[in-house]
């Protein structure tokens, strides 16, 4: 699931060019039970089943760090969330990330304790396991190193975008037109146009229009 979405787009090219490194980790590769167990239920009883700790801290003694700075991230709905002062401050701050995706019910709360880790949300909701949240923030914090964009300028944070944005042709016509027919009358495609500030080639006031339509 994670490689996937790795393998791609920009994250590929920033893994290509050493910008980024990144090390998938199955955890079931690391169980001693001849069946790959890594769940169990829970002491004190409760529903469902909880990660086991073992195969968990097996995986992470085998990641190969690049330095010392390193932060671990427990994903979890009740966590601090996350945001993109969040991921600034991350990409400048350390030199390895680790996520621990959780499934199931939990994660032992001894993994917590023994790494040290953090637990942070995407939002307040919950999803079947962490991948995905942790792919979201990996996507959030590669986009701030230095070099991933190309020009650092392209993160959005950093310069005048809006939401509103348009493209060609000018004059868009939708839905299209009709002909008449026995049991029809025609119908007329309705025009939207691009807001004329944009195609008045006057820099001064488009830059005023985009900073008017930020939230």
Request: proline share 5%; with cysteine; glycine share 8%.
């Given at each position: 699931?994670?490689?996937?979405?790795?393998?791609?787009?920009?994250?590929?090219?920033?893994?290509?060019?050493?910008?980024?490194?990144?090390?998938?980790?199955?955890?079931?590769?690391?169980?001693?039970?001849?069946?790959?167990?890594?769940?169990?239920?829970?002491?004190?009883?409760?529903?469902?089943?909880?990660?086991?700790?073992?195969?968990?801290?097996?995986?992470?003694?085998?990641?190969?760090?690049?330095?010392?700075?390193?932060?671990?991230?427990?994903?979890?709905?009740?966590?601090?969330?996350?945001?993109?002062?969040?991921?600034?401050?991350?990409?400048?701050?350390?030199?390895?990330?680790?996520?621990?995706?959780?499934?199931?019910?939990?994660?032992?709360?001894?993994?917590?304790?023994i790494l040290k880790?953090?637990?942070?949300?995407?939002?307040?909701?919950?999803?079947?396991?962490?991948?995905?949240?942790?792919?979201?923030?990996?996507?959030?914090?590669?986009?701030?190193?230095?070099?991933?964009?190309?020009?650092?300028?392209?993160?959005?944070?950093?310069?005048?975008?809006?939401p509103r944005v348009?493209?060609?042709?000018?004059?868009?016509?939708?839905?299209?037109?009709?002909?008449?027919?026995?049991?029809?009358?025609?119908?007329?495609?309705?025009?939207?146009?691009?807001?004329?500030?944009?195609?008045?080639?006057?820099?001064?006031?488009?830059?005023?229009?985009?900073?008017?339509?930020?939230?």
């Open positions: 699931m994670i490689e996937s979405y790795l393998g791609e787009a920009m994250l590929k090219r920033a893994a290509e060019k050493k910008f980024v490194a990144f090390d998938v980790k199955n955890i079931r590769d690391y169980t001693l039970d001849k069946h790959k167990k890594v769940d169990e239920r829970p002491y004190g009883g409760g529903p469902g089943m909880i990660m086991t700790a073992e195969p968990i801290l097996r995986a992470h003694a085998k990641l190969k760090m690049k330095g010392k700075k390193t932060k671990v991230v427990m994903l979890s709905p009740s966590g601090k969330m996350f945001n993109n002062i969040m991921a600034a401050k991350w990409a400048k701050q350390y030199s390895d990330i680790v996520f621990i995706c959780g499934r199931y019910e939990g994660v032992d709360d001894r993994v917590r304790k880790a953090d637990e942070i949300s995407i939002g307040d909701f919950v999803l079947t396991g962490g991948e995905l949240p942790a792919l979201v923030m990996t996507d959030a914090i590669c986009r701030q190193i230095p070099g991933v964009l190309g020009d650092h300028a392209s993160v959005e944070e950093s310069r005048n975008a809006s348009f493209t060609r042709p000018e004059i868009l016509e939708f839905p299209k037109a009709t002909k008449a027919t026995k049991t029809k009358p025609a119908q007329k495609g309705m025009l939207h146009k691009v807001p004329s500030v944009l195609v008045s080639g006057d820099h001064k006031k488009i830059e005023e229009w985009r900073k008017s339509q930020q939230k």
